[in-house]
């Protein structure tokens, strides 16, 4: 089975800078990778040339001239820039000349580009964005995550069956736990789509266990596997989370560093806040699926360092060779079937 | 001045082991407070009777027969329970006895107990939900927090006004920054409803600085003084920030707690990690406003203790202090006369 992850290597705010030494550290850890690094090959080669006697086929430069700025307009993007690397990685998923795509552009010219490039499945109206977040119970799963705001019940549904997927595919989990964020979890709250929504996935094959409210991200009652959303509550919701880690970051940071006591206490707490960081990091987080296309592009976070785009490319390396698209496709193909004769 | 507030004794959680105590203690803290606690006179009077004689007049109990349990429906409680403690809390403000009531009780009974009894400012369609979080830069506001969803623009435009006066009144800042929450800074994001109140804002008295994203709440680029957005949105914002402090939380516990060395670098950061604590406890943020009323209501977390249920009654002092109500009213009535001549 072939593992070729095509590169995105000038997005993202830092460009090649990130891309080029997590891409080269991905090589070095996964002898069966592929990566074609995608950008201006004037970059890229000299940055590159000391590798290609290390890596030899694995490691291949696919040019391109342009670049898609970070805060580009989507719909200039796809019609001024049909050469960026962007777009050409996308082309090379396309093509199959790449199994997956990784970028750190910016998310809404990237949604996009593969929207328009790689076509959508039958079926689904719209891509949407998973990703994963850290919780007390390990991870949770949660779509959509900015794609689509003033979604429909369908939509909120189709989302579902595409994360089920996706979620059981990866963890190997039989029937992931899918929860639909609400407000409540009395049966009289929420909104018109949400409820309508849940009464599609209660007559549905998903293993559907009603609503959950925010803190089931990180901190519910129990375990959910798969949380199910509107894109702009989506988007807040893990925003909202990024800020109240940041915020918490910092006020240790800062209490810590305040003077020579705390200095000291910090000095011997060393250990156990590395340990801490390490389960709660973001970097390690990073990487958002987009679901719904007809190929699979991975999304990183623009401001992504070497480690959380090694976290992306990793992403990547997982969905394909857990045959994620495939999956998702002979799924969503079958549900609406059922759903059409039904 | 008066500042006699009326308390739902029996509300919450826990009752009067929690809303007692948390009232006896305010009692002490401030001389020129009056408190009447709402309940069953039965239980309150053996708890109270050792205080009778060193408060005064400003201790004082008003029976009520019955309790609203924290998963009776709103409709429910309404109906059926007419001599409850909630409701005869919130007939002391409209009576004019109390300046305002707080309540541990649930939200929903709440919200439709006091729309009923104390009836809506001229002007406004729908009561909002206001609360402080915490955030690197001191503390933000938020409403609409959990009573409404499917806000139309309009509703947006009338949570601003109002809750820009709550700031303007208790912060005493003259031009609070107002946000609204959304999920991207680009002018083209967002849904319907949340553009055209952008309008709305655009052309107010208010100083709006336009979007702003949920990683604003807690630690965003600039400080933002009151965060405006639908009940829906608001309310998963809140429950994923307590969710993500509670997993940190957690994890800080679990990884200082884990062995012997673990365990004496927690004994020697202790002073810090109280120092963190201080500054981000939730039980210090406890306290959410009901605005739009013909009166002050109070609602506390249902799971509050004693320092928590604390927090809302000074919140409750602090509002009834600053007028807070009559400044809303005043404003929404100039507002409202402004836009219906222009």
Redesign the interface.
């Known amino acids: 089975m072939s593992l070729i992850i095509s590169i995105d290597a000038m997005g993202g705010d830092f460009g090649v800078d990130v891309t080029v030494p997590a891409s080269l550290a991905c090589l070095q850890e996964n002898p069966a990778l592929t990566l074609i690094l995608v950008g201006d090959e004037a970059v890229l080669n000299p940055l590159l040339s000391q590798s290609f006697s290390t890596y030899g086929e694995r490691l291949q430069i696919q040019h391109a001239s342009q670049t898609v700025e970070m805060?580009e307009?989507p719909s200039k993007a796809l019609k001024n820039k049909k050469d960026s690397s962007m777009r050409v990685a996308i082309n090379l998923v396309r093509d199959k000349r790449a199994d997956a795509c990784v970028s750190a552009g910016n998310t809404g010219a990237l949604m996009a580009t593969a929207r328009f490039v790689l076509k959508m499945l039958n079926g689904i109206d719209r891509p949407a964005i998973i990703s994963t977040l850290?919780?007390?119970f390990g991870h949770t799963y949660m779509l959509d995550l900015?794609g689509n705001?003033?979604c429909t019940d369908e939509h909120l549904f189709q989302f579902a069956v595409m994360g089920n997927e996706l979620v059981k595919a990866i963890e190997g989990i039989e029937n992931p736990k899918v929860g639909l964020?609400n407000?409540?979890e009395?049966e009289?709250?929420?909104?018109?789509q949400v409820k309508a929504a849940a009464k599609l996935l209660e007559n549905s094959h998903l293993n559907y266990i009603g609503y959950v409210?925010?803190?089931?991200?990180?901190?519910?009652h129990e375990k959910v596997d798969l949380i199910v959303?509107d894109?702009?509550?989506g988007?807040?919701?893990?925003?909202?989370?990024?800020?109240?880690?940041?915020?918490?970051g910092?006020?240790?940071k800062e209490?810590?560093g305040?003077n020579l006591?705390?200095k000291?206490?910090?000095f011997?707490?060393y250990?156990?806040l590395q340990?801490?960081k390490k389960?709660?990091d973001p970097r390690l987080y990073n990487g958002a699926s987009f679901l719904g296309l007809r190929g699979l592009v991975i999304k990183s976070h623009g401001g992504a360092d070497v480690l959380a785009f090694k976290t992306a490319i990793k992403l990547a390396e997982v969905e394909v060779s857990h045959n994620v698209i495939q999956k998702i496709t002979d799924q969503v193909e079958a549900t609406l079937a059922q759903r059409a004769t039904s």
């Open positions: 805060d307009s850290p919780s007390i900015g705001v003033d964020l407000i409540g009395e009289v709250k929420g909104n018109e409210e925010g803190n089931s991200i990180n901190a519910g959303c894109g702009f509550v988007n807040v919701a893990l925003k909202s989370i990024e800020g109240a880690a940041k915020m918490i910092t006020v240790l209490s810590f305040k006591l705390t000291a206490a910090a011997v707490a250990p156990v340990m801490i389960r709660i």
